[in-house]
């Protein structure tokens, strides 16, 4: 089963994608955030073009589990995904993905334009691989 996993940020939106053993997640691209609806139907034609059984969209809650703003985001972008699309979308907890990576690539200075977008595109890998390894079968 290969997996989509979208980061949806306010700026750029991080999009990795499992192996075709469904088992690794790799980077596939970073989107320019546009709109919430013109984000949702390139997010669907991405996963069109790779046989994608899995939206996985990451939610960002507080520490007390709380939504904030962004995970309203998060809900609104799956929404607008299953409106226009027949593929699953499932939202996963992604609390301190981007700060998991910011200590992997610990000179990521949110100054340097390619490193925030290395930032954004991996912080997508770190919310799949996450998902995977919870659903990894025993």
Do not use: F
């Not at 979308?89 to 390619?114: F, G």
Request: net charge negative; aromatic share 2%.
């Amino acid at each position: 089963m290969i997996i989509l996993a979208v980061d949806p940020g306010q700026k750029r939106i991080g999009i990795a994608i499992t192996d075709p053993s469904g088992k690794v997640a790799l980077p596939l691209t970073i989107l320019e955030h546009i709109s919430r609806l013109d984000d949702a139907q390139r997010i669907i034609q991405i996963a069109e073009e790779n046989n994608v059984s899995l939206i996985l969209i990451g939610q960002a809650l507080d520490s007390d589990n709380l939504p904030t703003l962004q995970s309203r985001r998060s809900v609104n972008l799956a929404n607008s995904i299953r409106s226009l699309s027949m593929i699953p979308v499932e939202l996963w907890e992604e609390y301190e993905s981007t700060q998991e990576i910011k200590h992997i690539l610990p000179k990521a200075s949110p100054k340097h334009k390619s490193k925030r977008k290395a930032i954004d595109d991996l912080s997508a890998v770190v919310i799949l691989q996450n998902y995977l390894e919870n659903h990894a079968e025993i």
